[in-house]
């Protein structure tokens, strides 16, 4: 092995060299006889010796460090993938959310327009009015009834009403107490209610129920309970 011209070792400005370059130089020089060969000293080859690995680790180092990056890299890109896809869904959800209310929205003004289809009230004169019903009278339909004749009674000084029963094939005990609540609270209202068209179906169901039935009265058309109001006008 031969020395180097200006070894590395032996140079003044290696004292004050920055140790990264120091040592680069140092672990570079593989022929010199003061770093690798026998009689280089034991304290040198140890410190060449480590300084390559910890090149070698450092190297390593730097190739995990740019795996981790990559990976990182596709992790970050995952996590914006997965939030746009959460945000999409969210915005999905409010969207069904907002078309599922609107459409029971809906739902519920068409059940409430039925409904007042359902329970008319017709005026036939200055103080009548009639309210004719077809099919099944339940709670819900009862209601609305009497809230429209309440205030038909409450609010035009009505005096007499006509609840028509004409197009009632048949009912049920319920039934007949909804027309019976209906029938007294226009009573408490000072209106007189008179009940045409009622079949024998419907008349042996009310006549079932604890009432006294000579507080109804009873006709057999609307015809027959217009003249009764304009004979009683004439009293």
Same mark, same amino acid.
């Given at each position: 092995m031969s020395r180097c011209a200006s070894c590395v070792l032996e140079r003044p400005e290696s004292m004050?060299?920055?140790? !990264?370059?120091?040592? /680069?130089?140092?672990? @570079? $020089? !593989?022929? $010199?006889? +003061?770093?690798? @060969?026998? *009689?280089?000293?034991?304290?040198?080859?140890?410190?060449? %010796?480590? %300084? =390559?690995? #910890?090149?070698? +680790?450092?190297?390593?180092?730097?190739? *995990?460090?740019?795996?981790?990056?990559?990976?990182?890299?596709?992790?970050?890109?995952?996590? !914006?993938?997965?939030? *746009?896809?959460? #945000?999409?869904?969210?915005?999905? %959800?409010?969207?069904?959310?907002?078309?599922?209310?609107?459409?029971?929205? %809906?739902?519920?003004?068409?059940?409430?327009? &039925? =409904?007042? &289809?359902?329970?008319?009230?017709?005026?036939? @004169?200055? /103080?009548?009015?009639?309210?004719?019903?077809? @099919?099944?009278? /339940?709670? #819900?339909?009862? *209601?609305?009834?009497?809230g429209k004749l309440l205030d038909e009674i409450r609010d035009r000084s009505v005096r007499n009403a006509i609840l028509d029963l004409t197009g009632v094939a048949d009912i049920d005990a319920e039934t007949a107490d909804h027309l019976l609540r209906i029938l007294a609270a226009a009573r408490l209202l000072g209106a007189e209610v008179m009940v045409t068209g009622m079949r024998g179906e419907v008349a042996r169901t009310l006549v079932g129920l604890d009432f006294d039935p000579t507080r109804l009265v009873a006709l057999g058309t609307v015809e027959e309970a217009l003249r009764r109001c304009r004979s009683s006008r004439g009293r």
């Open positions: 004050t060299a920055p140790v !990264e370059a120091f040592l /680069d130089e140092l672990a @570079g $020089c !593989e022929a $010199c006889p +003061l770093v690798e @060969g026998p *009689d280089a000293p034991a304290a040198v080859r140890l410190l060449v %010796h480590k %300084h =390559r690995e #910890a090149l070698r +680790l450092i190297r390593r180092l730097g190739s *995990d460090a740019r795996k981790l990056r990559r990976e990182v890299d596709d992790l970050a890109q995952e996590a !914006e993938r997965y939030e *746009d896809r959460v #945000a999409k869904l969210e915005s999905l %959800h409010q969207t069904s959310t907002r078309e599922l209310e609107a459409q029971i929205e %809906h739902s519920r003004a068409q059940e409430e327009a &039925m =409904r007042a &289809m359902s329970a008319p009230v017709l005026r036939l @004169g200055r /103080d009548v009015v009639a309210l004719p019903l077809i @099919g099944k009278v /339940d709670r #819900a339909r009862a *209601d609305v009834l009497m």
